[in-house]
């Protein structure tokens, strides 16, 4: 049995089902509410396949004032939400509570505005990360944040995971490239944070929402920065025969000041199953593949190309490759974009972890996975944002084999563990969720998270959205004081955790 806990339902909504089901079908009419068990099987999972919860009812909302609406009424009413987007989280933001509103945001996907001199898009929440880009590309200009699922993922997903990309490294994550939000609370209240100006005065409420996994608000309109595409970009394909060799190249091309616009690595299996899938040319006979890219002016970008060369050559590169056209060098992307659903194909499940650790340690955290697969005995695929230090390791696994999805829990608390021992953290850009809730006394301690709670309490201070995700231990507001943790240890242990 699987060791995620979700807080247990409460009665006296359940008992309330229909009476919820018609209030809010008076207030998003016709098929906005969806309240048959069939038709609410899509919504039982986002991308953390591994756990499953069927929601008390799902809303479709069109229309700001719909949001504001939903909302008020489960604050007056005590019922919980749970905001979604695509469903593409890996690490369980979205999944459903049985006494729950999962609010489903997807309806949202018009693109507002676009301001070329600003250099800013106007859009909704449900439009896709990739579509951003697209409607701005005929004049040269494009949305640098890019997650492996941008064809799916929608930009509101985005601003609650602050997901990155393998361009984050130069362009930076979602919240380096958000200028602005409108957003609902719990309470039905619509605010405006930010905008297309460049600074905002008071706190820096947009950054905090950024990254805040549906606990604070509900956003509806986003406004991004957009950027010009560069003069020129092209990539190098580099293989090692340990993937040490190529942690610690990865390491050296930072140390010696270049940045460039990204830079991923995958592990022996994962580069076979990308090729496999892709046909990308990826060598087959190397340990690690190393993909990175330069760009900025054609003359800037010939000599970091050397550069980046010459240092993989010191690394004992067996294979170097450099992109000569526009096309080979989106064939070299095309594998590592491809590279989790090429490692479906290899394993009938797996679990994506997210850590991040400091570039240096890489070969170390390498050698310690390698240790775990064979205690477990499970093997690992890896696939990295190198550049940033932004790991994600595949642990394959069959969930029709008893204990191997325990073994799988295990094997990534472990990683997750040995990130934090070498001064890395949790996660990168998939976001707590219910996949390391669990873990976070790993990394904050008892005054840490009392803090981060707090804030949760000023913005929802009933708890009424996405309980159970991201704390470990679920208290209200007025029993902060109250809750002690020692050494990572919660009190009373033999109650579930939740």
Same mark, same amino acid.
């Given at each position: ?10 009665? @006296? ?15 998003? &009419? ?76 997807? $309806? ?15 859009? %909704?929440?449900?439009?896709? *990360? ?14 640098? /944040?890019?997650?492996?699922? %941008? ?6 997903? *985005? ?5 990155? !990309? ?62 010009? $595409?560069? =003069?020129?970009?092209? +990539?190098?394909?580099?293989?090692? &025969? ?17 940045? /460039? ?11 076979? +199953? ?21 760009? !900025?002016?054609?003359?800037?970008? !010939? ?6 060369? =010459?240092?993989?050559?010191?690394? *004992? ?8 056209? #526009? ?54 695929? *890896? ?9 994600? /390791? ?12 325990? +073994? ?8 997750? $563990?040995?990130?934090?021992?070498? !001064?890395?953290?949790?996660?990168? =850009? ?36 996405? /309980?159970? $995700? ?5 208290? @209200?507001?007025? #029993? ?19």
């Amino acid at each position: 049995m699987s060791a995620i806990v979700m807080p247990e339902p409460d009665a @006296r909504v359940l008992s309330r089902r229909m009476e919820i089901v018609k209030a809010l079908q008076a207030i998003v &009419p016709g098929d906005g509410v969806i309240h048959d068990e069939t038709a609410m099987r899509p919504y039982e999972t986002d991308a953390l396949t591994a756990y499953r919860q069927m929601p008390l009812i799902v809303v479709l909302p069109e229309t700001v004032e719909q949001v504001a609406a939903v909302l008020r009424y489960c604050f007056e009413n005590d019922v919980k939400v749970v905001p979604r987007g695509a469903g593409t989280s890996l690490s369980g933001g979205a999944l459903p509570l049985a006494d729950g509103v999962l609010l489903s945001m997807m $309806k949202f996907n018009r693109v507002l505005d676009i301001d070329f001199e600003n250099r800013a898009v106007v859009v %909704q929440p449900g439009v896709t *990360n990739l579509g951003i880009t697209r409607e701005v590309e005929h004049e040269g200009f494009y949305y640098a /944040p890019d997650p492996s699922s %941008q064809i799916a993922c929608s930009i509101g997903g *985005n601003i609650a995971e602050n997901s990155g !990309g393998v361009h984050c490294l130069k362009y930076g994550l979602t919240t380096n490239n958000v200028l602005g939000l409108e957003m609902v609370l719990m309470t039905g209240e619509v605010i405006r944070l930010g905008g297309k100006h460049l600074d905002s005065e008071g706190y820096d409420l947009l950054a905090l929402m950024t990254g805040s996994e549906g606990l604070l608000g509900v956003v509806t309109e986003v406004t991004v920065r957009i950027l010009q $595409k560069p =003069e020129t970009a092209r +990539a190098l394909l580099i293989g090692f &025969p340990t993937s040490e060799e190529g942690g610690t190249c990865v390491a050296d091309i930072i140390g010696a000041g270049i940045i /460039p616009g990204g830079m991923e690595m995958m592990d022996k299996p994962a580069i076979h +199953a990308a090729e496999d899938f892709v046909n990308a040319g990826y060598p087959r006979d190397v340990e690690a593949l190393l993909i990175v890219e330069l760009d !900025g002016p054609e003359a800037e970008v !010939g000599y970091l190309l050397e550069r980046v060369a =010459e240092i993989a050559r010191k690394n *004992n590169a067996s294979h170097l490759r450099i992109s000569e056209s #526009e096309e080979e060098r989106m064939v070299f992307w095309a594998g590592r974009k491809a590279a989790f659903p090429a490692v479906g194909r290899i394993s009938p499940d797996y679990l994506c972890m997210d850590g991040t650790i400091p570039r240096r340690e890489l070969p170390k955290v390498l050698a310690g996975m390698r240790e775990l697969s064979e205690k477990y005995g499970l093997r690992v695929a *890896n696939v990295f944002h190198a550049g940033d230090g932004n790991l994600h /390791p595949l642990i394959l696994y069959d969930a029709n084999k008893p204990g191997e999805l325990e +073994a799988c829990e295990a094997f990534g608390a472990d990683i997750l $563990k040995l990130c934090v021992e070498v !001064g890395g953290v949790l996660t990168g =850009e998939h976001g707590v969720g219910i996949e390391k809730r669990d873990l976070m006394p790993e990394v904050f301690s008892e005054d840490d998270m009392k803090q981060q709670q707090r804030v949760k309490c000023a913005f929802d201070d009933k708890h009424l959205l996405n /309980p159970g $995700k991201v704390f470990p231990v679920l208290h @209200r507001c007025a #029993e902060l004081g109250k809750m002690h943790v020692h050494k990572g240890q919660l009190p009373f242990p033999d109650i579930p955790r939740f």
